[in-house]
């Protein structure tokens, strides 16, 4: 698989087969791993094979959903569980999650997808970032969470309609523009880890020029 690529797979099953560890088309999706930091240096690197905040990330879709399964192996986890389950919360980035950033077609905008280890969601509409964030956006998100503190591993399956960014189902061959990023840990070890590094001077995920590409098999 390229470097700059992570390919969706196409199926005609729905979240309730796919939202499964076990289900057996998730064993041939080729995963894109998240051990880089922001700025481009390699986790694996400076942290050794011992360190825990390696990640995988695999894609499916089928005519309605396209569906990202993430695995994040952990040491720690830096939650608030007093945070809702129901509805999207604000400032999720500032513990413990995993996002996506999606941009399809030829839209100048981008969707931001993000997860805590507890099933708590964010969802937003990124127009121009920072300056101009839509906030009201639904993104009438598929998902489910898996926390296994024995295995040390957190697994989070989301699926996001088509309809919700306003696209049809894509060609098979069609690439869309996609990142995949890990926050971790509490200050001052917290860690900003990429799919595809933005390499600002600081931790900075809204680089859609620095995306890699999805592309539908």
């Known amino acids: 698989m ?48 011992n360190w825990m905040n390696l990640t995988y990330v695999r ?14 192996w952990f040491d720690s986890l830096n ?3 007093e945070w809702s389950m129901e509805t999207a919360t604000e400032g999720l980035w ?11 077609g030829t ?21 121009e970032p920072r300056v101009e964030v839509d906030l009201e956006w639904n993104s009438d998100l598929e998902l489910e969470t898996l926390l296994n503190k024995q295995e040390s591993i957190w697994r989070v399956f989301l699926g996001l309609s088509y309809e919700s960014i306003g696209e049809g189902p894509p060609e098979v061959g069609k690439s869309w523009r996609v990142n995949l990023y890990r926050i971790a840990g ?24 620095c995306f890699g590409h999805l592309i539908f098999i």
Not at 59 to 72: A, D, G, K, P
Not at 94 to 104: A, I, T, W
Request: charged letters at 25%.
């Open 94 to 104: 500032n513990k413990d999650v995993v996002e996506v950033f999606l941009k399809p």
């Open 107 to 127: 839209a100048p905008n981008y969707f931001e997808i993000e997860v805590s280890p507890l099933g708590q969601w964010a969802d937003m509409r990124i127009v």
């Open 79 to 81: 939650v608030n569980p």
């Open 2 to 49: 390229p470097e700059n690529a992570i390919f969706s797979l196409r199926t005609s099953e729905t979240h309730e087969t796919l939202f499964d560890p076990f289900y057996k088309l998730w064993g041939k999706c080729g995963a894109a791993a998240i051990d880089r930091y922001w700025d481009g240096r390699s986790a694996l690197r400076e942290k050794g094979h």
């Open 186 to 209: 509490k200050k001052p070890h917290r860690e900003y880890l990429s799919w595809r590094p933005t390499f600002t001077g600081q931790p900075d995920f809204h680089v859609p020029s």
């Open 59 to 72: 894609s499916l879709w089928n005519e309605q959903t396209v569906f990202f399964y993430f695995e994040s």
